[in-house]
């Protein structure tokens, strides 16, 4: 069936399709369509939508809620990514799947919040200390922001890393006629949990391009979770050969980057 929805519809749909059930976000033009859509969508499907005190509070729900098993998203515009910097690299050390969206407007600062930009692109993909590379997708229609939303829950579960959307005001906020049942049968990837029975090591992984398994918080294991680096147990480590291994783990990313475009 086709529809008249605009970017931001498209992309909540695609959140929720994609098993998306906890978001929190602060409002910002031209992103506060997809809080407003979430708040009154999401519970629909059993999932929880919070309207935050401001956006270093949104990353740091969603960063939480993340580790406690939820499948969770953000939306904001650059001035709130600038504030989501230091819980972006929380979320890169700590592994955490997210979604973020950027919905992008002229910077720099307040800029101009209702003039349409792309400029975010280098700062989402390098903006948080430590030049760790993050994942950017960017649609560029209407039915581009669902399959690609539906792409970034994908590579956050598959690489346990946060993973951007980056759109923009016109894309978000213009109607379009699009056939949604074409994009309803996008494969939904189940998220890798730790056996409750079996020896629980938070950070060991067999291969280079692997990630470790999720053990939400509250449940069977003893967690330990840290903006410092840190050893397969999660214990804080300087040690060069441990950090290593850390840094390789984390800059998978970008031969996975690779492995998924082909």
Not at 150 to 167: G, S
């Amino acid at each position: 069936m086709r529809e008249l929805i605009n970017g931001a519809q498209a992309i909540v749909r695609a959140a929720i399709h994609s098993g998306c059930n906890f978001f929190a976000g602060y409002p910002i033009t031209p992103a506060t369509d997809i809080l407003l859509y979430m708040i009154r969508e999401l519970p629909k499907a059993g999932g929880i939508a919070i309207q935050a005190e401001d956006e270093i509070a949104s990353m740091g729900f969603c960063i939480g809620a993340a580790m406690t098993g939820k499948r969770v998203m953000t939306a904001t515009s650059g001035p709130g990514i600038s504030l989501y910097s230091e819980n972006i690299g929380l979320a890169i050390m700590g592994e955490v799947p997210m979604v973020i969206v950027d919905v992008q407007r002229m910077g720099p600062a307040t800029g101009g919040a209702t003039t349409v930009a792309q400029g975010d692109i280098q700062f989402l993909r390098w903006g948080t200390s430590g030049g760790y590379p993050v994942i950017v997708l960017s649609p560029t229609n209407v039915p581009e922001c669902y399959r690609l939303t539906c792409k970034a829950f994908d590579l956050a579960e598959r690489f346990r890393l946060p993973v951007f959307l980056a759109t923009d005001k016109e894309t978000a906020l213009t109607l379009a006629t699009v056939d949604i049942e074409a994009f309803t049968a996008l494969p939904v990837r189940e998220r890798v949990n730790a056996p409750v029975e079996a020896e629980f090591i938070p950070y060991r992984v067999k291969a280079g391009d692997e990630v470790p398994p999720l053990s939400p918080y509250g449940g069977a294991h003893l967690l330990r979770f840290t903006t410092s680096t840190h050893d397969e147990h999660g214990q804080l480590t300087k040690s060069p050969e441990k950090v290593r291994v850390l840094n390789e783990r984390l800059a998978a990313i970008e031969v996975g980057e690779i492995m998924e475009s082909h």
